[in-house]
């Protein structure tokens, strides 16, 4: 079976710092696609990142790093230079191949406040 | 311009009734899913269809029914409504057929609240 771990229920951060969100996983496939996800207060779910379980560099998209370590089965989320707007919670989550029904996974996210 | 919507955004509604919710994509994807956030915000996968096939029907009461009439919607019709389906409801989209890592996009989601 499929899991996605977060162990982080909140975070804080102070504002234009780094922060790392923790995602472990666990799965026999293969072949897996992992996301991160940002749900802010308004509610919506935001696609922020993608990461191949082939892929030989880690996912970076902006202020969105991916530091995937396949052997630990982690998927981390570093976000660079926090702004006031990262405040949200954040969904890690995973897409296997093999079982070919393409649902995702999810983790039970991490709320990040961003301190001024 | 909106990519996956959802209607109605919001719905407060009487245990017993019937009520739908509708989804729309304009990204011309293939596949179309519904996901439940109840009240902890655990999101779980519902249904799953690829070109108007069922592809994915989790464990779910099956006084839920999804429906979709063509590729780029799909409806969720619930009966008999109970306390417990109070929760958020969101509607997704990806690219290609179920065995791909593609990305989903999610639509705004429906607050269903039942009293």
């Known amino acids: 079976a499929q899991k996605i771990t977060q162990t982080q229920p909140g975070m804080f951060v102070q504002e234009k710092e780094a922060v790392t969100l923790d995602c472990t996983y666990d799965?026999?496939?293969?072949?897996?696609?992992l996301f991160w996800y940002k749900q802010p207060s308004s509610g919506e779910m935001i696609f922020l990142i993608y990461?191949?379980?082939?892929?030989?560099q880690n996912a970076t998209e902006g202020r969105y790093s991916l530091n995937f370590q396949k052997a630990r089965k982690s998927a981390n989320l570093v976000i660079s230079a926090s702004q006031l707007g990262d405040s949200a919670m954040y969904f890690c989550?995973?897409?296997?191949?093999?079982?070919?029904?393409?649902?995702?996974?999810f983790g039970q996210g991490t709320t990040l406040q961003v301190k001024p | 311009d909106t990519a996956v919507s959802q209607t109605p955004k919001y719905l407060v509604t009487q245990m017993g009734n019937d009520k739908s919710i509708k989804c729309e994509q304009n990204?011309?994807?293939?596949?179309m899913y519904w996901y439940k956030q109840d009240s902890k915000k655990f999101l779980k996968i519902m249904f799953s269809?690829?070109?108007?096939?069922?592809?994915i029907n989790e464990t779910v009461p099956n006084r839920f029914s999804p429906k979709s009439p063509d590729k780029a919607h799909l409806n969720l019709h619930i009966n008999s409504l109970e306390l417990g389906d109070s929760a958020v409801y969101f509607c997704?989209?990806?690219?290609?057929?179920?065995?791909?890592?593609?990305?989903?996009?999610f639509g705004p989601g429906t607050r269903l609240t039942v009293l």
């Open positions: 997704a989209s990806s690219p290609y057929r179920t065995g791909s890592t593609d990305t989903q996009y």
């Open positions: 799965t026999s496939d293969p072949s897996y696609g």
């Open positions: 990461q191949g379980s082939y892929d030989q």
């Open positions: 989550a995973m897409r296997g191949v093999s079982s070919n029904t393409g649902k995702l996974i």
């Open positions: 990204l011309g994807h293939d596949t």
């Open positions: 269809y690829n070109n108007k096939e069922l592809i």
